[in-house]
């Protein structure tokens, strides 16, 4: 088992910066993979951003790259979520997820996830 806590959302107003946190415990396993999505009301969830725990690799949706970073902290087994120059089509519950055997093709995927954490809203106003 494996239990993810998210942290960080809350209200900004367009342009600004929130960090999101999504803090790990339970079974990790050193070859997983962390992913933070979103799911806006009457959409369905999408994938965001991803990092390997291992190595460091990461990856993005279009729509955030350049303005969303995702990193961690392994010896905190935490996983951050940078957002800056927010919009408010950015407006949705985040939520932290664990994928314990990641496939670089499927990464995005949120099928692939086995864990998920409770999820953080994230309003952003015009």
């Known amino acids: 088992q494996v239990q993810l806590v998210e942290s960080g959302g809350g209200l900004v107003q367009a342009g600004g910066s929130l960090r999101l946190s999504c803090a790990a415990s339970g079974r990790t396993v050193s070859s997983s993979a962390m992913g933070w999505f979103r799911q806006a009301p009457g959409k369905e969830r999408e994938f965001v951003a991803a990092?390997?725990?291992?190595?460091?690799?990461?990856y993005y949706a279009a729509s955030v790259k350049g303005r969303f970073t995702i990193s961690r902290d392994n010896a905190k087994n935490t996983v951050y979520l940078q957002m800056n120059s927010l919009k408010p089509e950015d407006t949705a519950v985040y939520y932290c997820?664990?994928?314990?055997?990641?496939?670089?093709?499927?990464?995005?995927?949120?099928?692939?996830?086995?864990?998920w954490g409770q999820g953080t809203q994230v309003t952003v106003s015009s």
């Open positions: 990092i390997r725990w291992s190595g460091g690799s990461t």
């Open positions: 997820a664990a994928d314990l055997n990641p496939l670089v093709n499927k990464i995005t995927n949120v099928y692939e996830y086995d864990y």
